[in-house]
């Protein structure tokens, strides 16, 4: 048993509570109390505390690419060959280092559960390893041993564009063959105390519409979350609307792949009618704002999805930086700047889209709040960083929302066990171990530095 005391916590809506009392058994919360002093023998936690942070979007290899790709690599594509390039040299021991190193950086700032749209699934040439799920194990056990949670967003990815066109180069480590190849490799996953199995479809240019359809029932027959790449770029819009007739939301509507148990990544490029289908469906939204920004792919229309009934969650998919609390604040933010006016969503939003409705998003329902029932995953950020200093005198919610930075984190406990303590992660030389990992995984391409 542990039990916390938390100077402020966030409970739910729009404002943090003062003294709470967090008492957990075997790594679930058992009761909060509010509005009371710190006993004898209990954690205390100054600062401003709040449920763990749910990452629903990583592509954690993409890490390696932070820096590399802001001179001389002018649009998307560009920038997709950069990234291949570093996948066509991930190993299973290359591809822990560095998710470890990655997912100890994201502990750092705050998550606690992370969904990896994981699509590198075979050898280089596209053999198979001896056990099929070698790369995903890897990748799952990067997570753990950094000390968070995992959904392995197992993604299937059969095709080049939406005519069809095979998969070559380095993209034949995607292809499973078949979608019933992909379910049935994915199917001897599992689950486990701090790993969860669920599925994707990449997008509608890399699955065939026939398959969309039977991977959607497939994840539902498994109780399995399932994510899909929706409306990133123009031209996947008018890649459908040629092939089919349809943008990319229709398509998926009309394949029975939208719903509450769906999470459309980006969902930038959307008509009135995408946006009726997604909110009516109650399909999430995965916004992955520095992405977006750094790939110049435009502002998605969050506060328009959220109010047809779609929930918003983040990610900080191909980790430009890894800080949710920017990735949160930016959905208001951005919004400001397309529309000339403030206050589109409330602080209680945006916080729901870091906590819980991430954690359901990612099919960790439990892990999203700080209540009776829940698992004590927690979070706490200092009030009196040069950033947040000041906090204490007005709204503390608002003021880290708005200001703070995955720098102010603290601590970071999951079920309770200590991940993170004053700023530390307690396993993990994040520094280091990104720095080979890193290194590692870029090689000698002079092209890279």
Same mark, same amino acid.
């Given at each position: 048993?542990?039990?916390?005391?938390?100077?402020?916590?966030?409970?739910?809506?729009?404002?943090?509570?003062?003294?709470v009392?967090?008492?957990?058994?075997?790594?679930?919360?058992?009761?909060v109390? %509010?509005?009371?002093?710190? /006993?004898?023998?209990?954690?205390?936690?100054?600062? +401003?505390?709040? /449920?763990?942070?749910?990452?629903?979007?990583?592509?954690?290899?993409h890490?390696?690419?932070?820096?590399?790709?802001?001179?001389?690599?002018?649009?998307?594509?560009?920038?997709?060959?950069?990234?291949?390039?570093?996948?066509?040299?991930?190993?299973?021991?290359?591809?822990? !280092?560095?998710?470890?190193?990655?997912?100890?950086?994201?502990?750092?700032?705050?998550?606690?559960?992370?969904?990896?749209?994981?699509?590198?699934?075979?050898?280089?040439? *596209?053999?198979?390893? %001896?056990?099929?799920?070698?790369?995903?194990?890897?990748?799952?056990?990067?997570?753990?041993?950094?000390?968070?949670?995992?959904?392995?967003?197992?993604?299937?990815?059969?095709?080049?564009?939406?005519?069809?066109?095979?998969?070559?180069?380095?993209?034949?480590?995607?292809? @499973?063959?078949?979608w019933?190849?992909?379910?049935? #490799?994915?199917?001897?996953?599992?689950?486990?105390?701090?790993?969860?199995?669920?599925a994707?479809?990449?997008?509608?240019?890399?699955?065939?519409?026939?398959?969309?359809?039977?991977?959607?029932?497939?994840?539902?027959?498994?109780?399995w /979350?399932?994510?899909?790449?929706?409306?990133?770029?123009?031209?996947?819009?008018?890649?459908?609307?040629?092939?089919?007739? +349809?943008?990319?939301?229709?398509?998926?509507?009309?394949?029975?792949?939208?719903?509450?148990?769906?999470?459309?990544?980006?969902?930038?490029? &959307?008509?009135?009618? !995408?946006?009726?289908?997604?909110?009516?469906? #109650?399909?999430?939204?995965?916004?992955?704002?520095?992405?977006?920004? @750094? +790939?110049?792919?435009?502002v998605?229309?969050?506060?328009r999805? &959220?109010?047809?009934?779609?929930?918003?969650?983040?990610?900080?998919?191909?980790?430009?930086?890894?800080?949710?609390?920017e990735?949160?604040?930016?959905?208001?933010?951005?919004?400001?700047?397309?529309?000339?006016?403030?206050?589109?969503?409330?602080?209680?939003d945006?916080?729901?889209?870091?906590t819980?409705?991430?954690?359901?998003?990612?099919?960790?329902?439990?892990?999203?709040?700080?209540?009776? *029932?829940?698992?004590?995953?927690?979070?706490?950020?200092?009030? !009196?960083? /040069?950033?947040?200093?000041?906090?204490?005198?007005?709204?503390?919610?608002?003021?880290?929302?708005?200001?703070?930075?995955?720098?102010?984190?603290?601590?970071?406990?999951?079920?309770?066990?200590?991940?993170?303590?004053? *700023? #530390?992660?307690?396993?993990?030389?994040?520094?280091?171990?990104?720095?080979?990992?890193?290194?590692?995984?870029?090689?000698?391409?002079?092209?890279?530095?």
């Amino acid at each position: 048993m542990t039990t916390f005391h938390c100077e402020q916590a966030w409970l739910g809506g729009d404002f943090a509570t003062r003294d709470v009392l967090i008492e957990t058994a075997d790594g679930v919360i058992t009761a909060v109390t %509010a509005g009371v002093p710190a /006993p004898e023998g209990v954690v205390v936690l100054p600062g +401003l505390t709040l /449920p763990g942070l749910a990452n629903t979007h990583s592509h954690v290899f993409h890490r390696a690419i932070r820096g590399h790709s802001q001179s001389g690599v002018a649009d998307f594509w560009l920038w997709r060959d950069l990234m291949y390039s570093v996948a066509e040299r991930l190993t299973p021991e290359l591809m822990y !280092d560095l998710a470890r190193a990655t997912y100890a950086e994201m502990a750092l700032s705050g998550v606690t559960s992370v969904g990896e749209f994981h699509y590198v699934h075979h050898q280089a040439a *596209g053999e198979r390893y %001896a056990d099929p799920n070698e790369m995903s194990r890897a990748v799952i056990r990067a997570a753990n041993d950094a000390g968070i949670r995992i959904t392995l967003i197992d993604t299937c990815y059969l095709q080049a564009d939406v005519h069809g066109a095979p998969l070559t180069g380095v993209q034949r480590r995607f292809d @499973d063959g078949s979608w019933q190849a992909w379910a049935q #490799r994915v199917a001897q996953l599992g689950s486990g105390p701090m790993h969860r199995t669920g599925a994707a479809i990449h997008s509608v240019r890399a699955v065939p519409r026939a398959a969309m359809g039977p991977i959607a029932r497939t994840a539902r027959e498994h109780g399995w /979350p399932l994510h899909v790449h929706l409306s990133e770029q123009p031209a996947e819009n008018r890649a459908a609307l040629e092939a089919f007739g +349809l943008t990319p939301t229709a398509v998926l509507a009309a394949e029975g792949a939208l719903g509450a148990t769906t999470t459309a990544v980006h969902a930038t490029h &959307l008509t009135d009618a !995408d946006i009726a289908d997604l909110g009516g469906s #109650r399909t999430f939204i995965s916004m992955c704002c520095t992405t977006e920004r @750094d +790939l110049a792919d435009g502002v998605g229309p969050a506060v328009r999805l &959220l109010a047809a009934g779609s929930p918003l969650c983040v990610g900080s998919d191909a980790h430009m930086m890894i800080d949710l609390w920017e990735e949160a604040r930016a959905i208001e933010l951005d919004e400001r700047l397309v529309s000339g006016t403030r206050g589109h969503l409330s602080v209680g939003d945006l916080v729901r889209a870091m906590t819980t409705d991430g954690a359901t998003s990612i099919g960790w329902p439990e892990a999203g709040s700080i209540a009776q *029932g829940a698992v004590a995953d927690l979070v706490t950020v200092r009030l !009196d960083s /040069p950033r947040t200093a000041g906090a204490r005198s007005g709204d503390a919610l608002a003021h880290v929302v708005f200001a703070a930075t995955a720098a102010d984190v603290t601590d970071v406990f999951v079920g309770g066990r200590p991940v993170v303590r004053e *700023g #530390r992660h307690r396993s993990v030389d994040v520094g280091r171990a990104l720095e080979s990992a890193v290194a590692a995984a870029l090689g000698a391409v002079d092209s890279l530095g």
